[in-house]
């Protein structure tokens, strides 16, 4: 971290002079973040955009690129001191769009439309150009510092690439900083748990008229949701749950034999997200047993919640790297790839890079102007993490 100000950390020769070049990389990024996202990448398809990561990193002068088997991409920058002191920078490869979406990107009145040009394209840009950062000017660090683009960021993907890096660094990665399109000043310091559920419901079913009495996997489903919908959950800290699909049926005149819905289940804290997730087991069972209904429980994902305290020496630092740029700061919980390391007990923060809006839309955008702040923030992150030292 900073030791001092931040204006003296600012004055190192190397430092200043990357702060100085990056206002004139602004087009090049612009180029970079259009090249990532006219790459599909669904969640579990993101082969061919890590593949482009890995070309990029490559050329870009990083050493030991590697696509594992989870799918992520990673290569690393050397530091000079003890390699078990390392910072991972991670964007995530995935966008929520399916196969077929027409990802073209247009450039218009200062703004890139496009699905997916934000979450997280830019993300993904900003480490190449990160890269390219490091290997131009010889930035020597005393900590290593890792690049990745990370899988299954989104929806069901289940945090699985991320799961995957902190598994096969454990015991080196010392820090994380994620990246994430916006908006400029987010400081993600609190990581959203989640729990998500299928839940099927099954019976014999029968004839509407001759059978009717019968047990109803759709009714019995019914009245697991409308308890679910009156469970009290604590605003803090805040705790949330949601039926957002369900399914089930054969027919107007068929009881049904079987129904299911998918449930998700979301906390700021690990035990309150358990209990709840026992509470909703506990109804959605006595339900069955009364309804005389067979009644399942298949997980579908698990995100860990944690986090850092507002005064933990990386949020200072962030804010510290903030207030020297002119960027308002401001900390929040969100659900990202920094919610693993928050699980281990591993500081770690998600930045925003630009402004934007209409996120997992396919007329998402964000803005082109304050692309150059959101690379000086993320540099000099990752300069005051990973400790630079000077030229190499």
Not at 78 to 96: I, N, Q, R
Not at 122 to 128: E, F, N, V, Y
Not at 174 to 193: F, K
Not at 229 to 242: E, H, L, S
Request: proline share 4%; aromatic share 4%; glycine share 14%.
């Amino acid at each position: 971290m900073i030791e001092g100000s931040l204006e003296e950390f600012a004055k190192n020769p190397v430092v200043r002079q990357v702060l100085d070049r990056i206002p004139g990389m602004k087009d090049g990024f612009i180029q970079e973040i259009v090249g990532v996202a006219e790459i599909a990448a669904p969640t579990f398809f993101e082969g061919e955009r890590a593949q482009y990561i890995s070309r990029r990193f490559r050329e870009e002068g990083l050493s030991g690129i590697t696509l594992d088997e989870a799918g992520n991409v990673y290569g690393r920058w050397p530091g000079k001191g003890d390699e078990k002191e390392t910072l991972l920078v991670v964007a995530h490869l995935d966008t929520v769009f399916p196969l077929g979406t027409d990802v073209t990107v247009r450039e218009e009145a200062g703004r890139l439309h496009g699905p997916g040009v934000g979450d997280d394209s830019a993300g993904l840009a900003a480490l190449i150009l990160l890269a390219r950062l490091l290997k131009q000017h010889r930035i020597a660090t005393r900590k290593t510092v890792i690049l990745a683009g990370s899988v299954g960021e989104e929806g069901l993907g289940d945090l699985k690439g991320m799961k995957a890096l902190m598994d096969r660094f454990r015991g080196q990665v010392q820090t994380v900083i994620g990246v994430e399109p916006g908006p400029l000043g987010r400081i993600v310091n609190r990581g959203v748990g989640s729990r998500r559920f299928k839940v099927t419901c099954r019976t014999e079913g029968g004839h509407s008229w001759g059978a009717f009495g019968k047990p109803s996997a759709i009714h019995s489903l019914g009245r697991m949701i409308a308890g679910i919908a009156g469970i009290k959950v604590p605003q803090d800290p805040r705790t949330t749950f949601n039926v957002g699909l369900i399914s089930g049926g054969t027919s107007v005149n068929t009881i049904a034999p079987a129904a299911e819905m998918i449930i998700d289940l979301r906390s700021v804290d690990q035990s309150e997200l358990l209990r709840l997730e026992a509470q909703v087991k506990e109804l959605v069972e006595g339900i069955a047993g009364r309804d005389r209904v067979d009644v399942s429980f298949q997980l579908l994902g698990d995100r860990p919640a944690g986090g850092i305290g507002d005064e933990h020496p990386l949020v200072k630092t962030i804010e510290a790297i903030h207030g020297y740029l002119g960027i308002k700061s401001v900390r929040q919980a969100s659900s990202t790839d920094a919610n693993v390391p928050f699980s281990l007990g591993i500081p770690a923060v998600t930045l925003g890079l630009t402004q934007g809006a209409n996120g997992h839309r396919t007329d998402e955008y964000i803005d082109t102007a304050p692309l150059t702040l959101g690379l000086q923030q993320l540099f000099l992150a990752t300069a005051a993490v990973a400790e630079v030292m000077g030229e190499g």
